[in-house]
T-cell receptor
Framework: GAVVSQHPSRVICKSGTSVKIECRSL??????MFWYRQFPKKSLMLMAT?????????EQGVEKDKFLINHASLTLSTLTVTSAHPEDSSFYIC????????????FGPGTRLTVT | AQSVTQPDIHITVSEGASLELRCNYS??????LFWYVQSPGQGLQLLLK??????LVQGIKGFEAEFKRSQSSFNLRKPSVHWSDAAEYFC?????????FGTGTSLTVIP
């Protein structure tokens, strides 16, 4: 149980376009989902926390208008990178937390975004 | 503020040798502690976790970790490393609504 999927696993887009990444909890309801960014050979950097039905909470330094997060249901959160630029190229990982209250997060397999 | 420190950026061990990866945390209360492993280009796989109770926890793939409150540590160990253990290892603390990750330790296994 506790499986989180991400789609797509890899995406290449042109500079100036937008790309959407989906994060789904497949076998549990996720009241809270998290989006992380990971640079090569670096740790995970929390970008934002989203709760179902409410606005996401962004970490300091993360542009809200550039990284749009929607958590419309208990099993789906989306991250849209708007007007992507090459510096947005990165590995994006989502995680989901259920209702058990143990702070455990279940991680998706990640999405490799390359902006050309 | 909460923080997680993994002092060793890179460790190299011989196959069959024992392994210990260090993790220290800073948090005012008893934290929830996790170790994850990440292979190149992959997501994070949970190795083990500590919430409460026995301070020595067993995980998958033969890994174990010991929570030492007095040292604010949660070191990961494996008695005999396999070549397939080569990967990046992350220690994490669950506190409040968030996870705090260490900077990771890259493990190389030599034959």
């Amino acid at each position: 149980g506790a499986v989180v999927s991400q789609h797509p696993s890899r995406v290449i887009c042109k500079s100036g376009t937008s790309v959407k990444i989906e994060c789904r909890s497949l076998d549990f309801q996720a009241t809270t989902m998290f989006w992380y960014r990971q640079f090569p050979k670096k740790s995970l950097m929390l970008m934002a926390t989203s709760n179902e039905g409410s606005k996401a909470t962004y970490e300091q330094g993360v542009e809200k208008d550039k990284f749009l997060i929607n958590h419309a249901s208990l099993t789906l959160s989306t991250l849209t990178v708007t007007s992507a630029h090459p510096e947005d190229s990165s590995f994006y990982i989502c995680s989901a937390r259920g209702t058990s209250g143990t702070y455990e997060q279940y991680f998706g397999p990640g999405t490799r975004l390359t902006v050309t | 503020a909460q923080s997680v420190t993994q002092p060793d950026i890179h460790i190299t061990v011989s196959e069959g040798a024992s392994l210990e990866l260090r993790c220290n945390y800073s948090y005012g209360a008893t934290p929830y502690l996790f170790w994850y492993v990440q292979s190149p280009g992959q997501g994070l796989q949970l190795l083990l976790k500590y919430f409460s109770g026995d301070t020595l926890v067993q995980g998958i793939k033969g890994f174990e970790a010991e929570f030492k409150r007095s040292q604010s540590s949660f070191n990961l160990r494996k008695p005999s490393v396999h070549w397939s253990d080569a990967a990046e290892y992350f220690c994490a603390v669950g506190a409040g609504n968030q996870f705090y990750f260490g900077t990771g330790t890259s493990l190389t296994v030599i034959p």
